[in-house]
């Protein structure tokens, strides 16, 4: 008996005429015959490629008059509803849910109302839809990834190593022959900036290769894959610009990676001689657990970048599923501040800083606070990145800069003589538009030399052109007072600045917080810090929270501390009656220290 002619046999198929289930059943076959062998062709992945066999072959005995082999395609669909739940897509994932419920009523309307049985292979074509969507779309990715190889391939060229699609090629070839758990690991170079702006371009070239040769010492291992290329056989890929990539198995090891990223930046921390000058770079790395985290290459390229991007303080990051839902805050929050009333949302809190000498007030600094409307009060520290990003770094430094000369003018009208400080992002505040708004600011809210601050990154001074220097200069001409912030963990740097052009110096925590252990440290700082007082610079000590770190930035000569020994940020509301209840209860010690 034909097959067509079994199939009219059974019941469930008696509503049909022999011509038009014959072309139901050849139609359902093709599909799922062409379907099965497009994506078994199109997946790297072994486990895949049995899958979509394992699917065809379920299918076409489920064309047969077999309600048992019919049954078995929900087996086929769990396997597709994990794979999209491995692979983390939300369109597989919805496709094979969709999928799932559509079978079950397919397979309901069969046995009840005694719809044709081939019918339950409906749901396959949409699982097949969705996944040959997904390849398409990752297709339109490594086109445009390869555009971009393309546009660095001079640079490829000079250091001889692998690009992103030889890199590709490698790990869909690792992970077909070798289950053992896979790590990739990207490398991020810092510091060429002041290279290439200095030195040139053929310069930064030559400090890359350097620095991709002192990576490849370190990835002599057998675990770390090898990649071809032009017929050799390299362990470490270059995605242009400055980012480097390695393949490493925990076969053998499992944090043979962490030791081996360890060496790395360890490595480019000393300093490289270049143009007979000597430079200092340093690196950071990111690694993604492909076996855990991601199934597929381009995914796992992405998370690694978004682990850098996450944590751009730390220097070794691991990327974490929740990197992804923070990510997508992030873009919540650029939305919301786009459309942000700085009047209504946007709030400054104060932190004093307070005088060695005499324990009197210094200044206020003023810090920005976000009254979100769903998180509650937001410290500038979780979105001054966001306001930089969405390119509102100049109007929220105006809106701050007007909200502190209110504040002045209120306190000067009540008596109080109070100078006060704001943070800005640093190149902003080097335009004429910003520099002609602050001078009309103190103009119309009669202002005086000194009674405003600007605390800067240090990282601007350390890059001035000669139009920096004179905007500086215009600043400090029209009575506003600098303070450079943002040493923190490396204040030597204080040893290569030029002559400041400032008033204040803020030095991090890192001094007090392990003051017990600072040894040789402690006198090298005191040194730099009695330079700045040669040059009528004022040392500040931030971060004191104890009366022993208090101590000991006393011991540093510094002029200032400021931390949560002293007060912790308060709202600007409730600033004057602060200020005079301060006042009253230090009075009498301003007093001794003047007699």
């Known amino acids: 008996m034909t097959l067509i002619g079994t199939l009219t046999s059974f019941p469930v198929f008696n509503g049909l005429q022999q011509g038009e289930l014959a072309l139901l059943t050849a139609f359902l076959g093709g599909l799922v015959l062409m379907g099965s062998i497009a994506l078994i062709i199109l997946t790297h992945l072994q486990s895949v490629r049995a899958l979509h066999i394992a699917t065809m072959l379920v299918a076409f005995v489920a064309l047969l ?19 999209a739940l491995r692979h983390g897509s939300k369109t597989l994932l919805i496709a094979s849910f969709v999928s799932a419920a559509s079978y079950l009523f397919l397979l309901s309307g069969s046995i009840v109302w005694f719809w044709p049985i081939q019918w339950v292979l409906l749901p396959l074509i949409l699982v097949y839809i969705s996944q040959l969507y997904e390849f398409s779309l990752r297709a339109v990715g490594q086109q445009h990834t390869s555009s971009t190889e393309h546009a660095t391939e001079r640079k490829q060229d000079i250091l001889g190593l692998p690009d992103r699609a030889g890199l590709r090629e490698a790990y869909y070839q690792h992970v077909e022959k070798d289950t053992s758990p896979l790590v990739l690991v990207m490398i991020r170079l810092e510091g060429f900036e002041q290279v290439n702006f200095h030195l040139g371009r053929e ?31 390299s362990k470490l890929a270059h995605l242009g610009g400055l980012h480097f990539v ?19 930046v360890q490595s480019t921390l000393k ?7 000597t430079i200092e770079i340093k690196a950071r790395a990111s690694f993604v657990q492909c076996a855990e985290r991601v199934s597929d290459f381009d995914n796992a390229i992405t998370c690694a970048f978004l682990a850098l991007d996450s944590e751009p303080k730390k220097v070794v990051t691991e990327y974490q599923n929740t990197m992804q839902t923070a990510k997508q805050e992030q873009q919540a929050r650029l939305a919301e501040l786009t459309h942000c009333d700085f009047r209504g949302q946007l709030e400054l809190y104060f932190q004093p800083v307070i005088r060695h000498s005499d324990n009197g007030i210094e200044f206020l600094e003023l810090l920005l606070r976000w009254q979100h409307p769903k998180q509650g009060i937001l410290a500038a520290s979780q979105f001054i990145d966001d306001i930089r990003i969405a390119g509102l770094a100049l109007p929220v430094a105006q809106y701050v800069i007007e909200r502190a000369a209110e504040i002045a003018m209120a306190l000067k009208m009540e008596g109080i003589k109070m100078a006060l400080s704001v943070n800005v ?9 910003f520099i002609e708004f602050l ?10 030399a000194g009674d405003l601050i600007i605390e800067c990154p240090s990282a601007l001074f350390m890059s001035l052109d000669a139009q920096g220097v004179a905007m500086i200069a215009r600043l400090r001409s029209i009575g506003v007072r600098l303070c450079v912030d943002g040493f923190g963990e490396a204040p030597l740097v204080l040893a290569k600045l ?10 991090g925590q890192s001094l007090t917080r392990d003051h017990q252990h600072q040894g040789a440290l402690r006198g090298i700082v005191r040194g730099l810090v009695d330079m700045q007082h040669q040059l009528d610079c004022a040392v500040i000590c931030e971060g004191v929270e104890s009366q022993e770190q208090l101590n000991f930035a006393q011991s540093l000569n510094t002029f200032a501390a400021q931390g949560y020994y002293f007060e912790r940020p308060l709202s600007s509301v409730g600033m004057l009656t602060w200020i005079k209840q301060y006042q009253l209860e230090h009075h009498h010690l301003v007093d001794h220290e003047k007699g």
């Open 246 to 264: 390695f393949l490493c198995s925990l076969a053998h090891q499992k944090h043979i990676h962490e030791q081996m990223i360890g060496a790395i």
């Open 65 to 83: 008059p077999n309600i048992w082999a019919s049954y078995a395609i929900s087996l086929v669909l769990l396997g597709h509803l994990l794979l």
């Open 498 to 507: 030029p002559k400041l052009t400032v008033d204040y110096v803020k030095v």
């Open 425 to 433: 992002f640093g190149p902003e505040m080097l335009h004429e538009e």
């Open 203 to 233: 310069y930064g070239d030559l400090l890359l290769a350097q620095s991709a040769n002192r990576i490849k010492q370190h990835l002599q291992n057998v675990d770390i894959v090898a990649i071809s290329h032009g017929g050799e056989a």
């Open 271 to 277: 300093p490289f001689n270049v143009g007979n000058c």
């Open 439 to 448: 001078d009309d600011v103190l103009l119309t809210h009669h202002l005086e």
